[in-house]
């Protein structure tokens, strides 16, 4: 009779364990429910990667597994398996959306400006040749060099006209008393052919070379292609990520200017890694292009991701906690970079927007670029 009660006991522990754990299970709002695959842009992979995300997006029900890649290089990936796609932009993101088959239209969660960091020594000197204009202690707007500059405008013509010239820091004045400004003077972008960054460089560009006309077939292409090859071939080798040359800008090395994503600025500002900031200075190009990120649903669940991201309170609170401005919530990202006006232009004070070519005009642009 002990040994059968002790056998009875024993039973009814793991049965009341096993249901515990069902239980769990079903009323546990943090259990992820779904397991969701994409392809992103690397500027996103922090966002993913950040607990708090994991833990935000768990709570709706779902696991995401990314990988990277270049926003125009995802066309060529095999993308059966994944539930969407989400490149840095709206180009290529509808060219995927054409090709892959997309679940409905793209969604756009967020979005970023793309502003041209620099060294103060560097900033300086493009300020005082007539290259950019720059803001003294974020209080307002100074013509000339200011040692305490932080934040400031790339005058987008004269740079231009700059880099068709061949410029070099040389004949710059005030350079000269600054070794690690020498050679051609260019900005670091990364490879148009396959990064988004870098394509949406040489659209701003050619927009402005071209007399604020958006390139739209093989003839307009052909007129800014020299100047485009300039911008692209001084550089020699590219990055196919953005993150690289801002991480080497950081640190001290690299070139003195480089093409980022402001949300990479912004998300350092308001990180734990403040103190690295250094001799910063952002300079938003007067004529530039915004970044929207734009996600293509490839399955019924990455539609329901691309909706959380865009509605989601908590989700919303984290994007913008790594930069990104959400679409239509321009409050949210000016709450949260109140402490950083310095060198963050809020409100994109003077900053046009030039349209983007379509992805196949683009393409070409990128290539002939590249030569």
């Known amino acids: 009779m002990g040994i059968v009660l002790a056998v009875l006991l024993i039973a009814g522990v793991a ?3 096993a249901l515990g754990r069902d239980s769990k299970a079903g009323g546990d709002s943090g259990t992820a429910a779904k397991t969701v695959r994409g392809v992103i842009g690397s500027e ?13 997006l768990a ?8 990988e990277t890649s270049g926003s125009w290089a995802m066309d060529r990936l095999p993308l059966k398996g994944y539930d969407f796609a989400f490149p840095g932009s709206k180009a290529p993101a509808d060219e995927l959306s054409r090709s892959a088959g997309a679940r409905g239209g793209p969604l756009r969660p967020f979005y970023s400006p793309l502003v041209v960091v620099a060294h103060r020594n560097a900033a300086e000197v493009l300020a005082a040749n007539g290259l950019a204009r720059l803001r003294t202690n974020g209080t307002g707007d100074a013509d000339g060099a200011s040692k305490w500059a932080t934040q400031g405008t790339l005058l987008m013509e004269p740079y231009l006209a700059a880099a068709e010239d061949d410029r070099t820091w040389q004949q710059l004045k005030g350079a000269s008393g600054h070794a690690e400004l020498s050679g051609t003077v260019f900005i670091t972008s990364t490879d148009p052919v396959t990064s988004n960054s870098g394509a949406l460089y040489l659209a701003a560009a050619s927009y402005v070379a071209d007399g604020g006309r958006v390139a739209a077939d093989a ?3 052909e007129r800014t292609a020299p100047l485009m090859r300039k911008l692209v071939q001084v550089q020699g080798a590219q990055q196919t990520s953005s993150d690289a040359p801002f991480r080497d800008f950081i640190s001290g090395v690299g070139n003195p200017l ?3 994503y402001e949300s ?8 734990s890694q403040r103190q690295e900031v250094g001799d910063l200075v952002v300079l938003y190009p007067d004529t530039t292009v915004s970044s929207d990120h734009t996600l293509v649903p490839l399955t019924d669940e990455g539609r329901e991701l691309g909706e959380l991201l865009s509605t989601d309170p908590a ?3 984290l994007a913008v906690r790594h930069g990104f401005r959400p679409q239509g919530a321009a409050a949210e990202f000016t709450a949260a970079t109140a402490g950083h006006t310095a060198y963050i232009d809020q409100r994109l004070t003077g900053v046009r927007q030039a349209p983007v070519p379509t992805a196949e005009v683009l393409r070409s642009m990128a290539r002939q670029a590249r030569g």
């Open 59 to 66: 709570a709706k029900g779902f696991t995401v597994r990314t």
């Open 15 to 17: 049965a009341a364990v």
């Open 315 to 317: 989700l919303r609170k």
């Open 264 to 271: 990479q600025v912004a998300s350092l500002l308001m990180g």
């Open 219 to 221: 003839r307009a292409v």
């Open 258 to 260: 480089v093409l980022v």
């Open 44 to 56: 996103k992979a922090e966002f993913f990667a950040d607990p708090d995300t994991v833990k935000a």
